[in-house]
């Protein structure tokens, strides 16, 4: 259900782009989150179809790319990137691990006419 | 011919800015605020009437309550005299930081000396975890009929939490629920590792989550 908000977000940004950069048409948004925000793509799509019915935005594809999450090591020390349930590469252990936590969702690149 | 327009802008952006406004408010006027985070029927009004018996008369707090629809959970707390905003969403399934920024207007109000901040968020995992509202710190809440794989299900809340409240401790025999697991769980996503096992109802464990609350309160 929060996707309805991330939409109303989404379209927001596009617009304040559109004043910056004049541009007619958009045929792809990228989002760009990490692996533990709860954004699915599928979901934002059907909410941002039935949102930009009859307007410019109409037609546009959402494209959610998930960046790899920052771990660190706390028995190691080794730093390194991975998904959700990571496990420490050189020690091989999971429990350990500390995160960096940012969780932002942003719009990160648009592929307009 | 179509180009390319590099953009970074954070979606949240307006949430975020009411939540940084919350937050500086906060600050300014030397409040704390715990986000309550958990599913519906988690117990965290019961939680916080527990809480608030047991806080009642050292710390000055207020409650805002979310819900879809209804006040019955601010009467519940109105009911231990404590000062309630109830905020319903409507159709939304979390709280936004605008909504609590006028919730907080009302609610410094009420009772200008206040210290704390309980923040009862709309009963959900997944969405309140994703809007900052300006908290001080989320608290999740699960209850041991919910089951100890909830955590990794859903692991942006119980990574991002400064503590976590297992509640209904007295229905653990009649469940499968393996608190060893649920503790090996949260500690791989969460730094703090913080944990209360309790029974809001019967009392048993909450005289250390109320004295978390206090020390909380008290941090610099």
Redesign the interface.
């Known amino acids: 259900?929060?996707e309805?908000?991330?939409v109303e977000?989404?379209i927001?940004?596009v617009n304040?782009?559109k004043k910056r950069?004049r541009?007619k048409k958009v045929?792809t948004i990228e989002?760009?989150c990490g692996p533990?925000?709860?954004v699915s793509e599928e979901s934002l799509q059907f909410y941002f179809d039935m949102a930009v019915r009859s307007t410019y935005l109409h037609g546009a594809r959402l494209v959610v790319r998930r960046h790899l999450q920052q771990f660190h090591c706390r028995v190691c020390g080794t730093s390194f990137k991975g998904e959700?349930?990571p496990v420490c590469p050189v020690c091989k252990r999971?429990?350990d691990?500390?995160?960096s936590?940012d969780?932002?969702?942003?719009?990160?690149?648009?592929?307009?006419? | 011919m179509s180009q390319k327009i590099s953009v970074m802008t954070n979606i949240l952006e307006a949430n975020d800015a009411w939540a940084e406004q919350n937050r500086a408010l906060l600050q300014k006027k030397n409040i704390r605020m715990l986000n309550i985070i958990g599913s519906p029927g988690s117990g965290k009004t019961t939680l916080l009437e527990r809480t608030a018996d047991l806080l009642k008369g050292t710390v000055f707090f207020g409650v805002i309550e979310g819900d879809l629809a209804t006040t019955k959970d601010a009467k519940r707390l109105q009911k231990k005299n404590v000062p309630v905003i109830q905020i319903n969403t409507g159709t939304a399934c979390h709280l936004d930081a605008h909504m609590v920024h006028q919730a907080l207007q009302g609610l410094l109000k009420k009772q200008p000396k206040l210290q704390l901040i309980f923040v009862e968020n709309i009963g959900n995992l997944v969405c309140p975890a994703e809007f900052d509202i300006g908290e001080t710190a989320k608290i999740a809440v699960l209850s041991v009929t919910e089951g100890d794989d909830k955590i990794p299900k859903y692991p942006l809340l119980f990574s991002s939490c400064k503590a976590l409240v297992i509640t209904k401790l007295d229905l653990l025999r009649h469940t499968n629920f393996s608190v060893a697991a649920a503790r090996k769980e949260y500690r791989k996503v969460n730094v703090s590792k913080k944990q209360y096992l309790l029974d809001s109802i019967s009392g048993k464990g909450t005289a250390e989550w109320v004295s978390f609350v206090r020390s909380f309160v008290q941090e610099k």
Do not use: A, P
């Open positions: 259900m929060h309805v908000s991330l977000g989404i927001d940004v304040r782009e950069t541009f045929l989002i760009g533990y925000n709860c959700i349930d999971s429990e691990v500390d995160m936590m969780n932002s969702i942003r719009v990160t690149d648009l592929e307009v006419e």
